[in-house]
């Protein structure tokens, strides 16, 4: 398996709602990233675990809140989100977080919108 | 935050020809990547240049470091309409943390 799964694709949700986007691999990849992509910008980077610790949080604010329960899953849980969190939430994982050998495998995003 | 600039922002090309990106960046770095994405989907990795290398191949791709002055380009040989994309140079650092930040991006329009 050399894929990072992300469910769901696609996610509508209010400002009020709790809602979590799922990521899974299956590589033994022992890093794990959440990036958050506008509309013709590049990937911004929100947080990094490394063998299942939270390494970089960039300042995210709190109504995000990552998690990673094991080796092979991370979550992220939104809570009372802006429309201005609407955007492409992309998971990769890399092989060794303390190394700059390798690089990043990406799921095909998920599609949030706030409404 | 952005760590790299990329030259052009677009680029339209006929199939066949090669087709040149450059990424400059500001701070000393550990490697360079680039990824390709497709219609807004998931990134793809295409290469990975260290720092001590100067060039680097993989299949029609052609990467160049050259760390005097912070730059990076990829060049796609052969282009064909299927290279359409966006093309993002990535820059791995320690900065507080092993990180990696994307430049703004190229996007490749291959014209059949």
């Known amino acids: 398996d050399t894929e990072v799964t992300q469910t769901p694709k696609h996610l509508v949700m209010g400002m009020t709602n709790k809602k979590s986007l799922k990521c899974e691999q299956h590589m033994g990849h022992r890093a794990m990233y959440w990036y958050k992509q506008k509309a013709k910008k590049p990937p911004e980077l929100m947080f990094v675990?490394?063998?299942?610790?939270?390494?970089i949080n960039e300042s995210v604010p709190s109504r995000f809140s990552p998690e990673c329960p094991n080796s092979s899953l991370l979550n992220l849980h939104l809570h009372a989100l802006q429309p201005e969190d609407s955007a492409l939430y992309l998971c990769a994982s890399s092989q060794e977080p303390r190394t700059f050998n390798y690089g990043y495998t990406f799921g095909s995003g998920t599609r949030l919108t706030v409404v | 935050s952005q760590q790299g600039e990329e030259d052009p922002q677009a680029l339209s090309i006929q199939e066949g020809e090669n087709a040149t990106m450059n990424c400059s960046y500001k701070?000393?770095?550990?490697?360079l990547q680039w990824y390709r994405q497709n219609s807004g989907r998931g990134l793809v990795h295409l290469i990975l240049?260290?720092?001590?290398?100067r060039e680097k191949h993989s299949g029609r791709l052609r990467v160049t470091l050259d760390t005097s002055k912070k730059s990076s380009s990829l060049l796609i040989t052969a282009s064909r309409a299927a290279d359409t994309a966006s093309y993002f140079c990535a820059t791995a650092s320690y900065t507080g943390g092993f990180k990696t930040i994307f430049g703004a991006g190229t996007r490749l329009f291959v014209k059949a």
């Open positions: 675990y490394s063998y299942e610790k939270l390494s």
């Open positions: 240049i260290r720092s001590n290398e």
């Open positions: 701070t000393s770095i550990n490697n």
